[in-house]
């Protein structure tokens, strides 16, 4: 999705009080607001299920998701667009990847159902911080990544159709 658009604000400017609260005070300066944003998501998934026995049966999962966005807002003291307000004023991308792969095995007998699974997870966040470049420099270009293992695990009793006992982790 795009979206592009111009617009007058109002500037918000807070007081700290000695008591911790902020006073609020509102005024309309007839900024102008120049702002830009770019999104673009992609995601492919794929999955395998195989029967194993009468009564069970294995899964396995991928799926792999990628979001970049740009924002671009640049504020001006006027429609003339020729003084910018830095503090205002944002630009910036994001990159995020991820990946995420299961596995899970399944077993139901009618009277006992057993489901036990593993998910692993790798995340990478890619930050830049365009504008202003008043950003204090290790603030510029930030790069995460983490991985994360969740195992779950849900068994079920049936003690008639419609009634069961029921234990889970996730």
Do not use: C
């Amino acid at each position: 999705t795009e979206r592009i658009g111009k617009t007058l604000i109002n500037r918000s400017m807070g007081e700290n009080l000695e008591d911790g609260s902020i006073n609020w005070n509102v005024v309309s300066n007839n900024q102008y607001t120049d702002s830009e944003t770019k999104n673009n998501t992609y995601r492919v998934r794929a999955a395998l299920s195989e029967q194993t026995g009468r009564y069970s049966r294995l899964s396995l999962n991928y799926t792999f998701n990628m979001n970049n966005s740009e924002n671009n807002r640049m504020v001006y003291a006027d429609g003339s667009m020729v003084e910018l307000y830095d503090s205002l004023s944002n630009a910036s991308s994001s990159d995020v990847t991820n990946h995420q792969l299961g596995l899970g095995y399944s077993f139901n007998n009618g009277t006992n159902s057993l489901n036990v699974g593993l998910n692993i997870e790798h995340n990478k966040q890619v930050k830049d911080q365009l504008y202003p470049s008043s950003t204090h420099p290790d603030l510029r270009h930030l790069e995460r990544t983490y991985y994360s293992w969740r195992p779950n695990i849900d068994y079920r009793y049936f003690l008639t159709r419609k009634r069961y006992l029921n234990v889970r982790y996730q």
